[in-house]
C-alpha cells in the first residue's frame, strides 16, 4: 500500500527512508529527496521547484513527489508538479502538471494496486486522480473542502479524505465521493496557543 504523502517516507522493506528537502536560494532554489539509509544519506536526487511531500507506489520501486513553483506566483489556475522517481535508479521520470492552490500544499496518495494515485490541495477542495501508468491527470473531483491527506485500507477500493473536521469516503471504482462523516473539528494549534 501506498503511504500517505508527507515530507518523509519509509520503503516496504524498511531499508531505506526518502526525506524531501530544498536547496539553494531564490534565484537557484530546487527540491531533493535525500534517500537515508541506517545512519547516513546518500547522494540526493534533485526535482523541480519547492516539494511539499513525496509518497511510494506499493511495490516500493517509484516514489512521487509533489513540488510547487516558491515563491508562488499570483496565477489563474496554479500548477502543482507531481515527480516519479524511479527508486533503483535514483532518475526522475516525466512529471505530471496538477492545478493546485497558490497559497496550500499539496499531497498525494497512491491507491492499492499501484494504477492510480490522488491528488489533494489544501485549499482548492477538489482531488485529482494521476493515471500512474500514461502519467496523465484526469477529471478533477470535487470534495467539499480542503483535504489534507487520503488513505487507504489494504486492498480496499474506498480512500478517505481527511479534512479538518470530517472524512470523506471516495470510491475509486468510479472516482466519487460518498456522504461525508462529521467529526469533531481537529485543532487549530495556532489559534490556541494565541
Known amino acids: 500500500m501506498g ?25 537557484d532554489f ?9 545512519d547516513h544519506a546518500l547522494r540526493p536526487i534533485f526535482v523541480p521547484q519547492s516539494p511539499d511531500g513525496i509518497t511510494l507506489a506499493p ?7 509533489v513540488s510547487r513553483r516558491w515563491p508562488p ?5 496554479p500548477r ?23 497559497n496550500g500544499f499539496g499531497s498525494i496518495a497512491v491507491a492499492p ?9 489544501t485549499l482548492l ?14 477529471r478533477p473531483i470535487l470534495s467539499a473542502k480542503g483535504s489534507y491527506t487520503m488513505l487507504f485500507g489494504q486492498g480496499a477500493s474506498i480512500g478517505y479524505l481527511i479534512e479538518s473536521d470530517g472524512v470523506v469516503p471516495l470510491n475509486t471504482a468510479t472516482n466519487t465521493t460518498l456522504p461525508r462523516i462529521k467529526l469533531p473539528a481537529v485543532m487549530d494549534w495556532g489559534e490556541a496557543v494565541r
Open 3 to 27: 503511504q500517505p504523502g508527507s515530507g518523509i517516507v519509509v520503503t516496504p522493506d524498511s531499508k531505506t527512508v526518502y526525506a524531501v528537502g530544498t536547496e539553494g536560494g531564490l534565484k
Open 30 to 38: 530546487h527540491g531533493t529527496v535525500t534517500p537515508i539509509q541506517q
Open 59 to 65: 511495490d516500493g520501486r517509484t516514489g512521487y513527489v
Open 73 to 77: 506566483r499570483a496565477s489563474k489556475h
Open 80 to 102: 502543482d508538479t507531481i515527480t516519479p522517481i524511479n527508486l533503483r535508479s535514483g532518475t526522475t521520470l516525466p512529471p505530471v502538471m496538477v492545478r493546485g492552490s497558490s
Open 113 to 121: 494496486g499501484g494504477k492510480t494515485a490522488y491528488f489533494l490541495d
Open 125 to 138: 477542495g477538489v482531488v485529482t486522480p494521476i493515471h500512474l501508468a500514461t502519467h496523465t491527470a484526469g
